[in-house]
């Protein structure tokens, strides 16, 4: 179907891989939809859970539409390969496309996956359908926890992975998803570095994490997108569910108005050690500080920008910086959080503690899962020789992509390895961390200079470079004004209403003129019936 046709690589198995023995069948036909709907539908309550409140209820509504625009894309690219193809099964669809069955046209694999990524960038909270993900922790801070960490935003990324063998078969939609997964964590880090709410940070922290994960399957390496999805769901999870620990302490000490402003904080390690201690093993995975699983997830998504069949090293450049901005954020909000003075109310501040066992406990079994969580996809070049359980684990879904890779990549003069990228990232981490050290705790005026020095561009970023206010101007009021004009004055009031009441009025009418022949008054009836009857006799006689 069309000029230009695409089968399998020379490199691809002749015969289609059979289905991973740990995937069950109902695994294997879940219609996609279905299961993106499936965790949808479990986000958009949890997100509302405080429905009495109005800006709750409006950020469960915000990412519900938001996603359905996505889900408009995806069905269309769902329509695009059932017609080119003639199956959304994924185990018939991998062994149509990888064996001697099907073929599809290059140019509709490409039309078909950015459709897909179009719903995948409002699963999975991508520029430019990111903006219900921060809202989102509206609800109670466990929900956000599942949210941020393993509900619907693994659902983007999970069906780009899941389909990988599709993808690689559209260079050009790779090298769009990398390019939105760059420049979303690069944007989402630079909003998260001005934040004063503890949740706001997180959740842009979120954005820009799935933006990584993007960079990863964008070049190709679909494997590195789920590692670094697996390890973030760990110190994520363990981030936020320590930040509820801290807003937990300041609301029942009435240590601040708003106890989710770091402003209001700081010093509370010495109250709260174990939420502190915990928090602070979270901020360094995340951060990328090496033996920890995000050392290992990152620094294996930034090699790979460099060193696959769908490099680029603009990608990996705007990814460096991103990472040197998560490190620099995330060691601010642990500062003023937990260090330096406390900020609060003086007379509350004996009062913060940390909570009971049920909230610590799992803080402690998370901060072991976010430190050791890498291990089990350690890179090859790893000096044990110890194996990547998870990428053999998961090498039966990846093996149809087939994309191959470089042990060294020319880099300003050198011949720059694996090693040398990772060695590369962790200076660039430990720049970040090292910053932020100085700037909120040995020069902590600095901040409120360079805030009024760079006042314009400050309040850009503060104001979240005024995206929602954008939308709402070019898109929501044009439709809220469309819809009031067309759908309500024309459709519904002169169309609808003009049928329903015209026709109630027409009954009425003739209920009127009906109901003058029911008087109630014996001698009115009597005078009708003797008319009647005459009129009979006269129609009658005239017959006759």
């Known amino acids: 179907r069309g000029t230009s046709i695409v089968r399998r690589r020379p490199d691809r198995p002749a015969e289609a891989p059979s289905e991973a023995p740990w995937l069950s069948s109902a695994a294997a036909k879940a219609s996609p939809s279905r299961r993106e709907e499936g965790v949808g539908l479990c986000s958009y309550l949890l997100i509302g859970f405080w429905f009495t409140e109005e800006a709750n209820a409006k950020a469960g509504r915000k990412a519900f539409i938001v996603n359905r625009i996505g889900d408009f894309g995806f069905l269309l690219g769902m329509f695009l390969i059932y017609w080119a193809v003639g199956t959304l099964d994924f185990g018939i669809l991998e062994g149509e496309l990888l064996g001697e069955g099907k073929f599809i046209a290059s140019g509709v694999a490409a039309a078909a996956t950015l459709l897909l990524f179009i719903g995948a960038t409002g699963k999975s909270a991508q520029i430019p359908l990111y903006v219900w993900l921060p809202d989102a922790m509206a609800g109670p801070t466990p929900v956000s926890a599942l949210i941020h960490a393993a509900t619907m935003v693994t659902a983007g990324i999970y069906m780009i992975c899941r389909l990988n063998y599709l993808f690689v078969l559209a260079p050009s939609t790779m090298a769009l998803i990398a390019g939105v997964g760059a420049a979303t964590a690069l944007v989402a880090a630079t909003i998260a570095v001005v934040q004063t709410d503890i949740k706001k940070v997180l959740a842009y922290s979120t954005v820009s994490q799935l933006g990584f994960m993007f960079m990863g399957v964008g070049v190709g390496s679909f494997f590195a997108g789920m590692f670094h999805l697996l390890t973030h769901a760990f110190f994520k999870a363990l981030l936020f569910l ?34 502190a201690w915990t928090f602070v093993i979270g901020t360094a995975a995340i951060t990328g500080v090496p033996l920890l699983s995000g050392f290992f997830s990152k620094d294996e998504i930034l090699w790979r920008t460099l060193a696959t069949d769908f490099r680029n090293p603009t990608v990996w450049l705007v990814g460096t910086i991103a990472a040197a901005f998560t490190a620099f954020y995330m060691t601010r909000v642990t500062i003023l959080t937990f260090f330096g003075t406390y900020r609060g109310r003086p007379d509350a501040a004996l009062k913060i503690h940390d909570p009971g066992w049920r909230m610590s406990l799992p803080l402690i079994v998370l901060a072991g899962l976010s430190a050791g969580a890498g291990y089990l996809g350690l890179p090859h070049i790893n000096p044990f020789h110890w194996p990547n359980l998870l990428g053999d684990f998961l090498e039966p ?11 060294y990549v020319p880099f300003m003069g050198i011949r720059l390895g694996e090693a040398g990228a990772m060695g590369l990232s962790t200076l660039v981490a430990f720049g970040g961390i090292g910053l932020a050290f100085y700037m909120y705790l040995v020069r902590d005026d600095l901040p409120g200079k360079l805030a009024r020095g760079l006042r314009p561009f ?10 929602d206010e954008i939308y709402d101007l070019f898109i929501v009021r044009p439709l809220n004004g469309i819809s009031r004009l067309v759908m309500f004055e024309l459709a519904d009031r002169r169309i609808i209403d003009l049928a329903v009441e015209g026709s109630a009025r027409f009954v009425r009418g003739v209920g009127s003129i009906a109901r003058l022949s029911q008087t109630g008054n014996l001698g009115t009836y009597i005078v009708y019936l003797v008319a009647g009857s005459i009129a009979v006799l006269i129609m009658l006689g005239g017959q006759g």
Do not use: C, W
């Not at 029942?252 to 050690?273: E, F, N, S, V």
């Not at 400050?458 to 995206?467: I, P």
């Open 458 to 467: 400050h309040g850009l970023v503060a104001n979240k470079y005024f995206v």
């Open 397 to 407: 879904v990846f093996r149809g992509a087939r994309v191959a890779s470089v042990d």
């Open 242 to 275: 320590g930040s509820g620990s801290v807003i937990h302490g300041m609301e029942h000490a009435h240590a601040a108005d708003d106890p989710q402003d770091i402003r209001t904080m700081g010093g509370l390690a010495k109250y709260m050690p174990i939420t």
